[in-house]
């Protein structure tokens, strides 16, 4: 064979195979790079690109080890907190599921001192803090770091996801102090200690000096209270207890008179019917079926025993009158005369913007005759169309058991007393005695 020949096999030869390499770099077979490596003097690179890879392996495991047997701690002292659906628990193995949970609970173990300082250690008074219904807990967290409460709305936020808080925040009125941790913070979110107020409603008022108070004492809209007072309808504020002695009052009575006077207990932000549910609880316990039955037997249903009751009430404040004060209204209906109560003039006329009084006093003689209303007891004989405010158990317990008397006039003495006289010719000259002495 010639030089030539073999020459040319030589050049076919070296053509196949810079084909066949060719098409193992188009498959991008790892041979080819390795024989390319090889061949270019890199095995000393390719030897530390191996090393390296291994070591990222050796770490990626050992940091996947750790993670794994935190998992495994905070499960069991969380009591199974994370369980998968088929029951399995999370930490046997790692997956997309809990990843995400296991690596904020290894950041905020990084965090720890952070989560359990305190924004003010000193700071121990308790501050009202309100959710509201449909808040997320980003914008609880954003209110809290506003408010002081925390020192960093991010950090509380992976807290109370990874606790599961966020999911169960409910609307309510907390109390928290600046000196309280994050997790001690986020307790207080669960607990629902709802903020209470107290108020104390006088015996005596009308319902419109209770709304003042209510307004005035920021315990709630006093002109709602003062609305649902006069509904007929406890369902339309709220009230889905029914209240027997409520139903022989006559159509369009309001609850004036019902309203028992006491101290209450409210929620912050109380509403019309909170205050008024308590009102005629408390009236069911003290004006018993038994007291109720006692004043039916003397011929009074309950609506016409409060209005006595109440005229009574305003009346006289000595506890070992009243008894002889409800004697004289009562005589004076069984005779058919005009009542001529003081009381029910006042309630008629309403508020005196002038002197800033509810019930006006003193009353001019000629304000007796010209005062128009139905409540006018100098005018309109019989009871006034009901209660003129909300009497005590005392004024009620009188009416039910009254004094045995034949007076039918008194007149005050000028010092919280009254005298009292059976005819007319006794009354005006107790009348004369007792004006000289004023």
Not at 109 to 137: C, I, K
Not at 413 to 420: A, C, K, L, N, R
Request: some cysteine; hydrophobic content about 45%; overall charge negative.
């Amino acid at each position: 064979m010639s030089n030539q020949d073999n020459l040319r096999r030589r050049q076919a030869a070296r053509r196949q195979r810079q084909l066949a390499e060719l098409q193992a770099h188009r498959r991008g077979d790892w041979r080819y790079y390795l024989r390319q490596t090889l061949n270019g003097g890199n095995a000393l690179r390719l030897l530390g690109f191996a090393g390296v890879v291994v070591a990222l392996v050796f770490i990626g495991q050992t940091i996947v080890a750790h993670l794994r047997d935190q998992m495994h701690a905070e499960v069991a002292t969380a009591n199974a907190q994370f369980i998968e659906a088929d029951g399995q628990n999370l930490g046997d193995a790692l997956s997309l599921d809990n990843l995400e949970n296991t690596l904020i609970g290894f950041y905020l173990r990084v965090r720890q001192a952070e989560l359990e300082r305190a924004v003010d250690s000193e700071a121990t008074a308790l501050e009202p803090f309100t959710v509201t219904s449909g808040e997320s807990a980003t914008m609880v967290a954003d209110r809290l770091l506003q408010a002081g409460f925390i020192a960093d709305d991010g950090l509380f936020r992976l807290y109370m996801r990874y606790n599961g808080i966020d999911l169960s925040l409910e609307a309510g009125d907390f109390l928290l102090a600046r000196s309280m941790t994050m997790p001690e913070i986020a307790e207080a979110l669960q607990k629902a200690r709802f903020i209470e107020v107290s108020v104390t409603i006088p015996e005596g008022l009308r319902a419109e000096e209770v709304a003042d108070l209510l307004t005035e004492q920021n315990i709630m809209d006093g002109a709602a209270f003062l609305a649902a007072v006069r509904t007929t309808d406890l369902k339309l504020m709220g009230l889905t207890k029914t209240y027997p002695f409520l139903a022989n009052r006559p159509p369009g009575a309001s609850l004036e008179g019902f309203l028992f006077p006491d101290t209450y207990r409210l929620p912050a932000r109380a509403k019309p019917a909170d205050l008024i549910g308590r009102m005629l609880d408390n009236f069911a316990e003290k004006v018993t079926p038994e007291l109720i039955a006692q004043g039916q037997a003397r011929g009074q249903t309950l609506h016409e025993l409060l209005t006595v009751a109440a005229i009574v009430e305003r009346e006289t404040p000595r506890l070992d009158e009243r008894p002889i004060v409800a004697s004289v209204y009562l005589n004076r209906v069984a005779k058919g005369m005009l009542l001529n109560a003081d009381p029910t003039v006042q309630y008629a006329m309403g508020y005196q913007p002038a002197t800033g009084q509810w019930w006006k006093s003193p009353v001019l003689l000629e304000e007796y005759q010209t005062v128009q209303s139905p409540y006018n007891t100098y005018l309109y004989p019989g009871l006034p169309p009901g209660p003129i405010c909300s009497p005590g158990i005392t004024a009620i317990e009188a009416v039910v058991a009254p004094a045995t008397t034949d007076y039918l006039y008194f007149v005050a003495t000028g010092d919280g007393g009254h005298v009292f006289a059976v005819t007319a010719e006794e009354h005006a000259a107790n009348v004369r005695a007792y004006e000289n002495r004023k």
